[in-house]
């Protein structure tokens, strides 16, 4: 677990980005998120990290560098867009189960022709991708639980 100070009162907290127990502060925006992992122990060590909390609690501010700040702040949003990507992708997935689900229906309780003949195209077509799809939701699920 990560151990960070919150960048607002300077009280110790687990995980940089959680809400403060103390002052019930979280950090919001992309700044402030960027100083508060630079004060946690990924970026301090722990006496480094004691040495500003103080500093923090008896008011004195705090400078941080302009530079690594927008830095991991760009980070951040990369990792923000990477989240939304992901559940695109998940969103893709169900819309792929619905849709079997859909021709499955069609093909077993339908008795027009046409239409069986047109669902059992489409989903031929779509079937491929959608399992490519599925084995690398379940492969990366399955590798987040191994590692
Ligand atoms: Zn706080």
């Known amino acids: 677990m990560t151990k960070a100070v919150c960048i607002y009162c ?74 939304a990507a992901n559940r695109a992708i998940h969103f893709i997935a169900i819309g792929f189960a619905a849709w079997l689900f859909v021709a499955i229906v069609v093909l077993v309780y339908v008795d027009i022709d046409w239409v069986k003949g047109l669902t059992f195209g489409l989903l031929a077509v779509s079937i491929l991708p959608a399992i490519a799809l599925w084995m690398d939701i379940l492969g990366n699920f399955l590798r987040r639980f191994r590692s």
């Open 10 to 83: 300077g009280e110790n907290k687990l995980g940089a980005l959680v809400p403060c127990v103390a002052c019930k502060t979280a950090p919001d925006t992309k700044i402030d998120r960027a100083k508060s992992i630079l004060l946690s122990d990924h970026c301090l060590s722990v006496s480094e990290l004691n040495f500003r909390a103080v500093r923090i609690r008896n008011g004195e501010s705090l400078e941080f560098e302009e530079e690594q700040v927008a830095a991991f702040a760009d980070a951040l949003m990369d990792q923000s867009s990477l989240h």
